[in-house]
């Protein structure tokens, strides 16, 4: 089964800080990869979304991460965090196989940022 | 506006109660699925419908039940609630599925406590 891997569990920035948040995932075939973001008490939110072509993508509020197909990876950065986004992030990949393995999500990064 | 929508939003019920969380899709989407969200655990499938009167179990079934008469409503029963079964239950829906060139939509969650 294909697994997706969150590093950071809990990051905690000061405004106006740099952010990477690593995500990994296991599937070796083609795969659509997706960044969500949970607002305290909110639903999830789609953020960006990588499906083919160009593997820097652009996101909104600021954000992007980059699809790196030979380290497996679509990790989300942002280069200047304000309060504001602090929330849960999580990162999803659906591959093609389809199904309910289809969509996988990572457990998820709790990011503070402190004023 | 397009949205997936749950009913209730919040919950409090005793055990053995049997209750039905309702969820509803305006975007004509064939799939919807139901996820529950656990601290440390991220999102795990519990049920998916891939189109009317076609139901497959996801990676965490048990003591769930789900329905699929009409294409926008998926319900998600409880026939006895249990404790371990307090979560945030997300429903989300997609135009086809989860294979490649999907984008998932959620709701806004629903907070349940089985007391």
Same mark, same amino acid.
């Given at each position: 089964a294909q697994s997706v891997s969150q590093h950071n569990h809990h990051v905690? !920035?000061?405004?106006?800080? $740099?952010?990477? !948040?690593?995500?990994?995932? $296991?599937?070796?075939?083609?795969?659509n990869l997706f960044w969500y973001v949970q607002y305290p008490g909110q639903h999830l939110q789609l953020l960006l979304k990588y499906f083919s072509g160009d593997p820097l993508v652009k996101g909104i509020k600021g954000f992007e991460a980059e699809f790196i197909k030979s380290k497996f990876s679509f990790n989300l950065r942002k280069p200047s965090v304000q309060w504001s986004d602090t929330a849960e992030y999580f990162c999803a990949v659906l591959?093609?196989?389809?199904g309910a393995d289809g969509l996988t999500f990572g457990k998820g990064t709790h990011l503070i940022i402190q004023p | 506006e397009a949205q997936v929508t749950q009913n209730p939003r919040y919950l409090i019920?005793?055990?053995?109660?049997?209750l039905t969380v309702t969820c509803s899709q305006n975007m004509n989407h064939e799939y919807m699925?139901?996820?529950?969200?656990?601290?440390?655990?991220?999102?795990?499938q519990i049920y998916y419908s891939m189109n009317v009167e076609v139901t497959d179990k996801g990676d965490v079934p048990e003591g769930y039940k789900v329905s699929r008469k009409e294409?926008?409503?998926f319900p998600l029963i409880l026939e006895s609630p249990s404790p371990n079964q307090t979560s945030l239950y997300f429903c989300a829906s997609s135009l086809t599925g989860t294979g490649i060139g999907n984008t998932?939509?959620?709701g806004e969650g629903s907070w349940l406590t089985v007391v």
């Open positions: 905690i !920035l000061s405004e106006a800080a $740099s952010l990477e !948040l690593g995500c990994n995932y $296991s599937y070796g075939g083609t795969v591959n093609s196989g389809g | 019920t005793v055990t053995g109660k049997k699925s139901w996820y529950r969200q656990d601290p440390g655990l991220g999102l795990r294409k926008r409503n998932i939509y959620f």
